[in-house]
C-alpha cells in the first residue's frame, strides 16, 4: 500500500476548528476539538483521493512545505 504525505491546517476559531488540506483544493472540514477536527480531515482527504482514482485523476505529488511564522507589527486602533 502506498502512502501520500499531505500537509492539513487547523485553525481554532469561536466554533470548534476547521482544517483543510492545501494540496487538495475543496478539501476541508470541522470539529469541534482539535483530535475531532484532525480525524475528520482524515476521513476527508480519504473520500477526496478515493474519488479522484476513480475519476482517473493523478494524485498531488508533494515537493515541499515550509511553516513559519512572521511577525508584523501594527498600530492598535485609538478607540
Known sequence: ???LFLPVV???DADGYFAYCPQLQGCYTQGDTY???LE???DAIRLHI???LAE???L???EA???TTVEIPYEPALA
Open 10 to 12: 487547523i485553525e481554532k
Open 35 to 37: 483530535e475531532e477536527a
Open 40 to 42: 475528520n480531515i482524515r
Open 65 to 67: 512545505v515550509s511553516v
Open 1 to 3: 500500500m502506498k502512502k
Open 60 to 62: 498531488p505529488e508533494l
Open 56 to 58: 482517473g485523476e493523478p
Open 50 to 52: 478515493k474519488d479522484r
